[in-house]
């Protein structure tokens, strides 16, 4: 979303400020140093400005650097919606928005092939059973229904996929030297594997499925099942000497000398309020019977200094394209933008009052 306008202003004061401060202090370094550089070649003398001199400039230079390096760092969480409908337990689909597909659709194939994941699902409702405070005073903790967290490692898959799609398309061009690079399965990845049931399911080899009627074929990327099961290769780009591991139950981290980045995503319990008529209008659901919760997606992105003096941009670029990705197919608020849902809102209103 754009800046506010309060923001931009904000932003435009703080840029004048570091052009000032830049500008005076450029501008003493350089008197400095030609007061001190005349000095010093017509008598040998002023070799204390010389040293002022550049110090200035030196000092301007690292102050720019330390504000501009600081504009890389990225932490933000993105604002995405779930709908459920509580009496059937079943999530209900918004159209066109990529999360709200990609759950229902990736649910409904988990759960007709793995009689454990529909067991589960179906032990609880979605929400959160208790807000408490009692491990730790300063902090407040949400404990979950076993849904809610099913729902969490969903998300969680659709993650790495998004990763997996984003990496391999990428990182597959001959421009890059191939040696410099890293690829990685579910088989490189085995706590990732165990700790997520639908990364599990998904990327298990068809020769294991019964639903696929056991059929090795290695060269099949994505393939559907006669009940609507799903086998979804699994396979990430990365640049040498990164590494993805797991560190909290649902914090997911890419660490490279030059980057660490972290995704953690988070079913909040709370509940969300959609845009005016958007429940009866668009989803064509009950406003009485239909749920919607907030769901979080925390991005940290850090880069190392070293990111400033190596040339190697190109292999960290993709991690652009990849928060983009998410932003464009999770997060609600851009949604609402892209369908237009303001002008469609109206134009609804409009015609319900000429009828």
């Known amino acids: 979303m754009k800046d506010s306008s309060i923001k931009q202003i904000k932003k435009t004061?703080?840029?004048?400020f570091q052009l000032i401060l830049t500008t005076v202090l450029i501008a003493s370094g350089v008197n400095f140093l030609v007061t001190g550089a005349i000095s010093y070649f017509e008598n040998k003398s002023?070799?204390?400005?010389?040293?002022?001199?550049?110090?200035?400039?030196?000092l301007t230079l690292i102050i720019t650097l330390i504000i501009d390096f600081k504009k890389s760092k990225i932490r933000e969480i993105i604002n995405a919606i779930i709908?459920?409908?509580?009496?059937?337990?079943?999530?209900?689909?918004?159209p066109k928005y990529i999360l709200s597909e990609d759950l229902t659709h990736y649910l409904k194939a988990a759960r007709i092939e793995s009689k454990d994941i529909e067991s589960l699902w179906k032990k609880d409702k979605l929400g959160f059973k208790r807000i408490y405070n009692d491990i730790d005073p300063k902090s407040t903790f949400v404990e979950i229904s076993q849904s809610a967290a099913i729902l969490n490692?969903?998300?969680?898959?659709?993650?790495?996929?998004?990763?997996?799609?984003?990496?391999v398309d990428y990182f597959n061009k001959p421009t890059f030297d191939k040696r410099k690079l890293i690829q990685l399965t579910e088989l490189n990845l085995p706590d990732m594997v165990v700790s997520n049931m639908f990364l599990s399911l998904f990327s298990k080899d068809m020769s294991q499925r019964v639903a696929f009627d056991n059929i090795e074929n290695k060269s099949v990327v994505k393939?559907?099942?006669?009940?609507?099961?799903?086998y979804d290769?699994?396979?990430?780009?990365?640049?040498?000497?990164?590494?993805?591991?797991?560190k909290k139950p649902n914090t997911i981290i890419l660490k490279h000398p030059l980057f660490k980045l972290e995704l953690t995503p988070a079913f909040s319990g709370f509940s969300a309020?959609?845009?005016?008529?958007?429940?009866?209008?668009?989803?064509?659901?009950?406003?009485?019977?239909?749920?919607?919760?907030?769901?979080?997606?925390?991005?940290?992105?850090?880069?190392?200094?070293?990111?400033?003096?190596?040339?190697?941009?190109?292999?960290?670029?993709?991690?652009?394209?990849?928060?983009?990705?998410?932003?464009?197919?999770?997060?609600f608020d851009r949604f609402i933008e892209d369908i237009n849902w303001n002008i469609v809102s109206t134009l609804n209103q409009c015609n319900k009052e000429k009828n």
């Open 46 to 58: 002023g070799l204390l400005f010389v040293i002022i001199g550049i110090s200035l400039i030196l």
């Open 13 to 16: 004061q703080f840029n004048i």
């Open 223 to 230: 393939a559907y099942g006669k009940n609507g099961e799903i």
């Open 233 to 246: 290769r699994f396979e990430l780009s990365l640049p040498k000497k990164c590494q993805i591991f797991r």
């Open 273 to 331: 309020v959609l845009p005016r008529g958007f429940t009866q209008e668009y989803i064509k659901a009950d406003v009485f019977t239909m749920r919607t919760y907030k769901f979080y997606i925390g991005v940290t992105l850090k880069f190392s200094w070293k990111a400033l003096f190596i040339g190697k941009s190109i292999y960290y670029d993709w991690i652009d394209n990849f928060l983009d990705k998410l932003h464009n197919d999770m997060d």
């Open 83 to 94: 709908t459920y409908d509580p009496q059937d337990q079943e999530l209900i689909k918004i």
């Open 153 to 167: 490692k969903l998300v969680e898959y659709l993650i790495l996929k998004k990763l997996s799609l984003i990496t």
